[in-house]
């Protein structure tokens, strides 16, 4: 499979990303392992976790997902297969969060322990830290990446006017430099992104790996009305959608899918890759079915007037990029 630089970085992925924020949650190990298995052999190679998944769940504490992909990682000696991205910074408790320097490197040691490996390909500020000089946010990683514990680093959940004044204090320093950006990005979640955040990675040469790029499932179809969302892990990510532009998009991908004889999912996928800016999007499933749809995106090419008319279903107003 032909693989996509990421950023101005060593690393070559496929244009897709396994998301682990399902591992430990609504997947269990031995349905991991299945995954993993099936995503490498189909010829994916990234795959994408945090220090803070699944903390949300009743009873975790944060680090199941890395410990779950860690087991893989050894079980298969599958670690030279594969990209591995985690992020740190999220809150994992009282004095547990932020992109200090003692912050940094304390996560460092326990994620690369849970995930078994001695490194870290791509080493994520998961959301940015406003408390901390960015100067030793990334003095830190410089460490990082002296001991070989990190290749390189990328940003999660930046405003561009913060990830634009990281990158200039990369370059006045001499430091290791964001590679990427994970943001939001979806057929409906378009403002952020295009308006903002799009513009200073064209223009610094950063490789995106967004995340949602179904938001939270709404764009496969699935979610059509408040029933359909009860008693799903994800309803209170998807309810924002319901409503006459969710549904004006869904009955846009409807279109397309016909057209293409594919799944709203597939199209939705389609359509990010056709985007020149987009990496590859991160894609969680939670069993093989799912994953066979979500991997046919790739070979999926949509027709110009099919994208025109996801486009124009999917316009927002300037005023909402903000």
């Known amino acids: 499979m032909k693989k996509r630089r990421l950023g101005r970085s060593a690393l070559e992925i496929a244009p897709l990303v396994f998301g682990g924020n399902v ?3 609504t997947v269990d190990e031995p349905t991991t392992f299945k995954l993993l298995d099936a995503f490498v052999a189909a010829g994916f190679n990234a795959i994408d976790t ?3 998944y699944s903390r949300w769940v009743p009873g ?3 680090g199941e997902s890395e410990t779950i992909l860690g087991k893989w990682l050894k079980r298969g000696r599958n670690r030279e297969k594969v990209v591995v991205m985690t992020k ?3 809150e994992l408790g009282p004095e547990q969060k932020g992109l200090s320097r003692a912050h940094i490197l304390r996560s460092a040691e ?3 322990r849970r995930l078994q490996t001695d490194h870290i390909d791509l080493y994520q500020s998961h959301v940015d830290d406003p408390d901390t000089p960015q100067e030793e946010t990334l003095r830190a990683y410089a460490d990082l990446v002296a001991q070989g514990k990190v290749r390189f680093i990328g940003a999660s959940n930046h405003k561009a006017d913060r990830l634009a004044s990281a990158l200039e204090v990369s370059k006045k320093l001499g430091l290791p430099r964001y590679e990427s950006l994970q943001p939001n990005y979806n057929l409906y979640d378009r403002a952020d992104f295009e308006s903002q955040l799009e513009p200073v990675c064209e223009k610094e040469g950063l490789g995106v790996i967004n995340y949602f790029p179904l938001g939270g499932g709404f764009l496969s179809g699935k979610y059509r009305s408040e029933e359909d969302m009860a008693n799903k892990a994800r309803a209170r990510t998807v309810k924002k959608y319901l409503n006459e532009r969710g549904f004006k998009i869904l009955d846009a991908l409807d279109d ?3 057209r293409a004889s594919a799944t709203p999912a597939r199209v939705a996928l389609a359509w990010l890759l056709a985007r020149p800016s987009i990496t590859a999007p991160i894609v969680s499933a939670t ?3 799912q994953l066979g749809d979500l991997i046919a995106a790739v070979e999926l090419k949509l027709d110009p007037s099919s994208i025109e008319i996801l486009n124009r279903a999917s ?3 300037a005023s909402s990029a903000s």
């Open 23 to 25: 591992f430990g949650w």
């Open 50 to 52: 945090a220090d803070s």
């Open 60 to 62: 975790h504490a944060g």
């Open 88 to 90: 740190v910074g999220w």
């Open 110 to 112: 326990n994620s690369l």
């Open 256 to 258: 397309a899918a016909k």
């Open 287 to 289: 069993n093989l079915q």
């Open 315 to 317: 316009a927002y107003a």
